[in-house]
C-alpha cells in the first residue's frame, strides 16, 4: 500500500451471497488487492474445471496462497492470508474504526465483481483517497496490464490514478463531505451529474441521501444552512444551485426569512426557497421606519417629495403607524430588516415527493 507497505490488512471476502473474513501482514501495494482477487478466481476455476472439486470456492483459496515470485519474493512460502473468525474480525473492524491497528479494510466482492480499499489515515500518511471500484473498469484494467520494469512503476501509477481529488476552491456556493459506511467523499456544490456519479461509485452506494453529511458555507447568506441538524444531499445540491444564480437582494430576503421562520430541517429552507416571491423585506430597522417606509416608499426622509411639506411629519406618529402596520402585516424582526408575506407563508418542512 502506498506510503506504508508492511501495515496490516483486513480482508473482507463476499462470495456466493456468503461474507469470510481474513487479515494479512503484507497489505501490499494499490494493485495488490486486485491482483489477489483475480489469481484466488482463477486458482478456483481451475480447480473446479479440473473436476477434482466442483464447489471450490475463491474464499477457499484464499487462506492456501502463499508468497511467490509475484507476492513477496523476499518471504517465499509464507501464507498471504490467515481466516479470521466473526467474532475476532468485528473486534478487528471496530478498532479499524477507531483508527487503530490495521491500515487497511479490503473488501472482494466477486458477487459483484469489485474491489474497496479503505484506508486508515492514522496510521497511513497518504494522498490516495479510498477505493470502490469494479475490477472490470477501464482503469484498473490498463494498470495491472502495464509491462513494468519495477513494480513501483505500476504503485506509483496506481497512487496517480487513485489520488484524494483537491479540496473545493472556495467559489463553490458550499461543500459537503459524504460520508458512508466508512468511506468520506469531498465535492463543492452544486454538483453535475458526472461529480454525482463519480461520489457513488467512491463511497460505494446507489443513492447519496444515503450519507451521513456535513457542511461547509461559503457564502455569509446561507450560514444558517450550516446549523441544520437534518441534512440531506439533494435538497442541498438545489439549494447550491439556486444560490448559484440567485443576486444579492434575493440571498439577503432568503436569509432574513430563514432567521425569521426559524427551519429545523433542509426541506424547510427548501420550502423558504420555492415561496421567496410571496415573502417581502422591508430593509428598516425599528417601527418608526416601518411607518415612513409604507407612506413613503424607497425616499428617504432627505429625499421628500413636494407633495408632502416636511413640517406635516411633526403631525405623523410613525411610529404607532409603523406597529398598526407591522401586527396587520405579520412582519417579524430580522437582523436584515422585516420579514412579511401578505398571502402568510407557513413554513413546510415536509420531505419532498422524491423523498418519501
Given at each position: 500500500m502506498p506510503e506504508g507497505t508492511n501495515t496490516k490488512a483486513l480482508y473482507t471476502v463476499i462470495e456466493s451471497?456468503?461474507?469470510?473474513?481474513?487479515?494479512?501482514?503484507?497489505?501490499?501495494g494499490l494493485s495488490f488487492p486486485f491482483h489477489i482477487y483475480d489469481k484466488a478466481q482463477s486458482i478456483a476455476e481451475i480447480?473446479?474445471?479440473?473436476?477434482?472439486?466442483?464447489?471450490?470456492w475463491a474464499k477457499d483459496v484464499l487462506p492456501l496462497m502463499s508468497t511467490d515470485n509475484k507476492f513477496y519474493p523476499e518471504n517465499k512460502n509464507e501464507y498471504l492470508m490467515t481466516p479470521l473468525p466473526v467474532d475476532l474480525a468485528r473486534e478487528h473492524f471496530e478498532n479499524f474504526r477507531k483508527g487503530l491497528d490495521f491500515g487497511y479494510s479490503i473488501t472482494l466482492d466477486y458477487d459483484r465483481k469489485t474491489v474497496g480499499i479503505e484506508i486508515n489515515r492514522n496510521l497511513v500518511h497518504t494522498n490516495v483517497q479510498d477505493?470502490?471500484?469494479?475490477?472490470?473498469?477501464?482503469?484498473?484494467?490498463?494498470?495491472?496490464?502495464?509491462?513494468c520494469a519495477d513494480a513501483a512503476d505500476r504503485e506509483c501509477e496506481f497512487r496517480n490514478a487513485f489520488a484524494e481529488p483537491p479540496k473545493p476552491?472556495?467559489?463553490y456556493i458550499m461543500s459537503v463531505k459524504l460520508e458512508y459506511n466508512g468511506k468520506h467523499f469531498i465535492s463543492g456544490l452544486p454538483m453535475d451529474e458526472d461529480g454525482i456519479d463519480t461520489a457513488k461509485v467512491n463511497l460505494g452506494v446507489n443513492d447519496l441521501d444515503y450519507c451521513n453529511i456535513s457542511v461547509d458555507i461559503n457564502n455569509r447568506y446561507l450560514n444558517s444552512i450550516a446549523e441544520i441538524s437534518e441534512q440531506n444531499f439533494t435538497e442541498l445540491n438545489s439549494i447550491a444551485?439556486?444560490?448559484?444564480?440567485?443576486?444579492?437582494?434575493?440571498?439577503?430576503k432568503f436569509a432574513a426569512a430563514v432567521q425569521a421562520y426559524k427551519p429545523r430541517t433542509v426541506f424547510g429552507i427548501s420550502n423558504i426557497i420555492d415561496n421567496l416571491g410571496d415573502i417581502e423585506l422591508v430593509e428598516v430597522y425599528s417601527t418608526e421606519e416601518y411607518g415612513h417606509e409604507a407612506l413613503y416608499g424607497c425616499n428617504s426622509r432627505d429625499e421628500l417629495t413636494q407633495s408632502f411639506e416636511s413640517q406635516v411629519e411633526d403631525y405623523i406618529d410613525f411610529d404607532r403607524y409603523g406597529r398598526d402596520l407591522m401586527d396587520e402585516d405579520g412582519a417579524i424582526e430580522t437582523d436584515y430588516g422585516y420579514i412579511y408575506s401578505e398571502d402568510g407563508f407557513e413554513l413546510d418542512e415536509t420531505p419532498s415527493m422524491q423523498m418519501l
Open positions: 451471497s456468503t461474507t469470510t473474513y481474513f487479515h494479512s501482514y503484507n497489505s501490499g480447480i473446479r474445471n479440473s473436476g477434482f472439486q466442483d464447489t471450490v477505493i470502490h471500484i469494479s475490477v472490470n473498469d477501464p482503469k484498473v484494467i490498463k494498470l495491472l496490464s502495464m509491462d476552491a472556495k467559489n444551485d439556486w444560490a448559484e444564480s440567485a443576486d444579492e437582494d434575493e440571498l439577503k
